[in-house]
């Protein structure tokens, strides 16, 4: 049984590029959740899709944007990145209902230049 | 909001002893999760252990427990017998219970560096 993976592990990009991160959630589970996690720090929410809908966001601007497809797995888009955008971005998933048990991937190592 | 304040920036223990990671948090709900996330160098975040705000038994995985006080707002990990492969950061984390509307979003403590020498 395969849990969450992300691609890709690592990423480096230059300031002012558009990203796109991927993640297909743990067998089972339709609900993706999207943490941004800089460095020495504990992660912050981004956002959560399910159903192909945002269904709840975190303080984040609007550079930051999502999809998530019918196959349940998700996107993650940045665009204009900013230095402070490098970070370690974790995808999480769950069963809807079961939000108290989310799995999470290895995450996406983000550099911006 | 939510807030979760972990107040040991780093840990250290010998081997087989026993440590104690301090959490504590801040929230007007009064139904909700509480979570112990271990994140390896390897950067996967693992599941500790969960508490449901609602239950007063400290809920308890093999070699690691919580002290959870609610009226306190506090929330402590033990880890009995510690191995080499407990060095890790150690997350606090919250999450609303709330039925259909709560969703699950986590907000994250610090965190606590956690070493354990041989």
């Known amino acids: 049984d395969a849990g969450v993976t992300q691609s890709p592990t690592h990423l480096i990009k230059t300031r002012g590029q558009q990203v796109t991160l991927r993640c297909s959630p743990k067998?089972?589970?339709?609900?993706v959740s999207w943490y941004q996690q800089a460095l020495g720090q504990g992660p912050q929410f981004i956002f959560q899709?399910?159903?192909?809908?945002?269904?709840q966001r975190g303080n984040f601007p609007d550079r930051f944007s999502g999809h998530q497809f019918p196959n349940y797995s998700s996107e993650l888009n940045v665009n204009a990145l900013l230095l402070g955008d490098s970070a370690l971005y974790l995808c999480a998933s769950n069963r809807t209902g079961f939000s108290y048990e989310q799995y999470f991937g290895p995450g996406t190592r983000l550099t911006v230049t | 909001a939510q807030t979760v304040t972990q107040s040991q920036p780093e840990m250290s223990v010998q081997e087989a002893e026993t440590v104690t990671l301090s959490c504590t948090y801040d929230t007007s709900e009064n139904n909700y999760y509480l979570f112990w996330y271990k994140q390896p160098p390897s950067r996967q975040m693992i599941l500790v252990i969960r508490q449901e705000a609602y239950k007063q038994q400290n809920a308890t995985e093999n070699r690691f427990s919580v002290n959870f006080q609610k009226a306190a707002k506090s929330f402590s990990l033990k880890i009995s017998d510690s191995q080499l492969g407990d060095t890790a950061m150690y997350f606090c984390?919250?999450?609303?219970?709330?039925?259909?509307?709560?969703?699950?979003?986590?907000?994250f403590g610090q965190g606590t560096i956690l070493t354990v020498h041989p």
């Open positions: 067998s089972g589970h339709d609900t």
């Open positions: 899709y399910y159903e192909e809908e945002e269904r």
């Open positions: 984390a919250f999450s609303r219970n709330a039925g259909g509307t709560s969703y699950g979003k986590l907000t």
